[in-house]
């Protein structure tokens, strides 16, 4: 059961007294090395979880999961599918979380990313033509994070091996 569904706590309530409850948060380790046009995932979204958890009240339980980024069980490697991930799953997900206030949501995601004053997502980064942008936005925002010479090698050797 999903703890942020509070329309459901009496039922939450009996649940939690009958059956025993085993607390699952992310783990980015799951991710590995994997990296998508060059922004290495596992870290990443580490970072995306601790500014979750430090700009949204009672986030703990609201952090993003790995699964999100292992679509059919293999890490995202694509740019192209990760914008997807982040535009459709991600993206609305955390605005949810953050209700209208695109302050906290440019303090998680970026200033590249959000444009607070004007209360919106730049949408143009996820347009294939602005998948670099969308990455270098990230990397930009998230200045702990860089391209690292093995997430370039990584992508490149993924690359090779497709079809």
């Known amino acids: 059961m999903n703890t942020t569904d509070r329309s459901i706590a009496l039922l939450d309530a009996a649940l939690r007294r009958r059956f025993g409850f085993i607390e699952l948060l992310p783990d980015a380790r799951t991710l590995g090395t994997a990296s998508a046009g060059g922004l290495p995932l596992g870290p990443w979204l580490d970072e995306l979880n601790r500014r979750i958890v430090k700009h949204v009240r009672g986030a703990r339980h609201l952090q993003v999961g790995h699964s999100y980024l292992l679509p059919g ?77 093995q997430a370039v090698l990584a992508e490149a050797d993924a690359e090779a091996d497709a079809p």
């Open 73 to 149: 069980g293999t890490a995202v490697r694509d740019v192209g599918r990760f914008a997807e991930v982040l535009r459709d799953d991600i993206v609305p997900l955390l605005e949810e979380y953050c209700y209208e206030d695109f302050d906290a949501l440019a303090k998680i995601l970026g200033d590249r990313i959000v444009d607070s004053g004007r209360q919106r997502i730049d949408a143009t980064l996820f347009e294939a033509p602005r998948h670099g942008d969308l990455v270098q936005a990230l990397l930009s925002s998230f200045d702990q994070l860089t391209t690292t010479q």
